[in-house]
């Protein structure tokens, strides 16, 4: 009985003052540290492998640096290939003269160009007598005009084919060619009046069944 009651007193106690407990936390600290040591690692090496992200990040930005200071008041950007204009070399024949062929419609002129008084021969002819009218004169000397070459230069050419007034596009074509061939620098100025460019236009084939090539014939109904 008294090995029960001593028991039951022994157990008692243990309910009334239980022990304390022995905390775990002495382990924490130490798994604790295992993962920010792991982060400080890291993070020694991050700037090691990220420092030449940043020197080219800075390159980028002094790049958009450039980029911007290279932007006019409206926005246009001034960078890029600069085009510039190549100046053509002076083609002139053993006589320095510089030679070209025009064509208008059917007409096709061969000119002669070289410095002197503003002389225009035409077939052997001067420009008064092979164009008579003042109209075809004008188309003729045109490239003189825009130029500020009246008066400087001498033109021999020989036309043929077509009527006078392919004749007079054709020896224009012819002159305007061989002025850029002469003075290289006159090309932009010539150009922009469009006096190099071929006029394509020509008379229309005539069609079968019509008068002309569109003209039909009378109609009569009875």
Avoid: C
């Avoid at 039951?8 to 002495?26: F, R, W, Y």
């Amino acid at each position: 009985m008294a090995d029960k009651k001593s028991k039951s007193l022994s157990d008692l106690g243990k309910l009334t003052n239980p022990e304390p407990e022995v905390p775990e936390v002495a382990e924490a600290p130490a798994a604790a540290d295992a993962p920010a040591a792991a982060e400080e690692a890291t993070a020694e090496e991050a700037p090691a492998e990220a420092a030449p992200r940043s020197d080219r990040g800075d390159h980028r930005g002094d790049r958009r640096r450039g980029r911007d200071e290279e932007v006019d008041d409206h926005g246009v950007s001034t960078q890029g290939p600069q085009i510039q204009a190549v100046l053509r070399e002076q083609q002139l024949d053993k006589h320095g003269r510089a030679y070209a062929t025009g064509r208008r419609k059917d007409a096709v002129a061969r000119v002669w160009l070289k410095p002197g008084s503003g002389k225009i021969v035409i077939n052997g002819r001067e420009q008064e007598v092979y164009f008579a009218r003042p109209t075809l004169r004008l188309i003729i000397n045109q490239v003189f005009d825009v130029t500020d070459r009246r008066g400087q230069y001498d033109v021999e050419a020989t036309v043929k084919g077509g009527g006078l007034s392919g004749q007079a596009g054709a020896v224009r074509h012819g002159i305007s060619t061989a002025l850029t061939r002469y003075e290289p620098a006159l090309r932009s100025a010539v150009k922009r009046e469009g006096f190099l460019t071929r006029d394509p236009r020509v008379v229309e084939r005539k069609k079968y069944g019509r008068a002309k090539a569109r003209r039909s014939f009378q109609f009569s109904k009875r």
